[in-house]
């Protein structure tokens, strides 16, 4: 049987339309400001999608885009300028930076009530305690999903493939809290078909294309596929291996149009919670 196609696009849209609505009712525009460091090309298409996300959505949104010999001074400077100003509820500098900057100290420098992207140890630390907090965006992106899609995690078992900070970690977290039992499985698992079989809900996130064959996944499993990689054509794919996982299991996101328009989606959605709770509403 042919899996549902869960169509990242369209619940994004979805998304974004919600936050437009909400935006309206505020009494001034929320703000986001972007920060690029260098011309690393793939930093530099994200960060112009931002800035057509936030003109959809009535968010007000800066870009700050330092050459990459700018240095650490300079872009720790940007950041305290942008914690400390009122017009601004959500700062995202985008990763990976050029070599020579400290990644740690940028996202520590970042207020975590501005944390937008929820990759400060406060946040990441709230998110594993359970209290409020800014979800990173991939993560929460698939919770949404899920949940328009009426799959509860409650009592499934999800297996998480990826240790990231940005996506494993958090995603096991989120899974977690909704009573999900999680395995996190990564390069060193010794029998990553034996883990991901077992799995009910299964999250790719690893960066390597075809990982993820039909002998991997369990008759009637929900795959989500977050990663983003190129083919041997040049072609956006995932770590599925699409065509004969798609026939074996219920729900499946495909790469482009899965994923990736829902990171993008809730950023927005980041982005009005940091002005909601600025209160500015
Ligand atoms: N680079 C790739 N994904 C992300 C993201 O979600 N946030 C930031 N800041 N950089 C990224």
């Not at 946040?123 to 949404?144: D, H, I, W």
């Not at 509860?152 to 977690?176: Q, T, Y």
């Not at 690893?206 to 190129?230: F, S």
Request: glycine content about 10%; charged content about 25%.
């Amino acid at each position: 049987m042919a899996a549902n196609v869960i169509d990242g696009k369209a619940l994004a849209a979805k998304c974004k339309a919600r936050v437009a609505q909400e935006v309206r009712s505020f009494s001034r525009r929320p703000g986001l400001a972007v920060i690029i460091v260098g011309d690393n090309p793939a930093s530099r298409t994200y960060v112009n999608s931002k800035r057509k996300d936030c003109e959809e959505c009535g968010i007000y949104s800066e870009e700050y885009a330092l050459p990459a010999e700018a240095g650490q001074d300079a872009l720790m400077e940007v950041i305290r300028t942008l914690n400390a100003r009122e017009d601004i509820d959500g700062i995202l500098c985008q990763l990976p930076l050029p070599e020579g900057y400290d990644e740690e100290a940028v996202l520590l420098a970042i207020d975590p009530d501005k944390d937008v992207d929820g990759f400060h140890p406060v946040n990441v630390g709230r998110l594993s305690t359970g209290q409020p907090c800014f979800v990173p965006c991939t993560p929460a992106g698939v919770m949404e999903m899920l949940r328009e899609c009426g799959i509860d995690p409650k009592g499934k078992e999800c297996v998480v493939v990826g240790r990231s900070n940005i996506v494993g970690k958090p995603m096991a977290m989120l899974l977690l809290a909704a009573h999900g039992t999680v395995t996190i499985c990564h390069s060193r698992t010794r029998d990553l078909g034996e883990v991901c079989r077992r799995a009910d809900i299964l999250v790719a996130a690893v960066g390597k294309r075809d990982l993820i064959t039909a002998d991997m996944v369990k008759e009637g499993a929900v795959v989500i596929d977050v990663a983003m990689n190129r083919n041997d054509a040049g072609k956006l794919c995932g770590d599925v291996d699409y065509g004969p996982v798609s026939e074996k299991v219920s729900y499946i996101t495909p790469v482009p149009g899965g994923v990736g328009p829902m990171t993008r989606a809730m950023l927005m959605v980041n982005t009005l919670e940091a002005a909601r709770r600025h209160g500015k509403a």
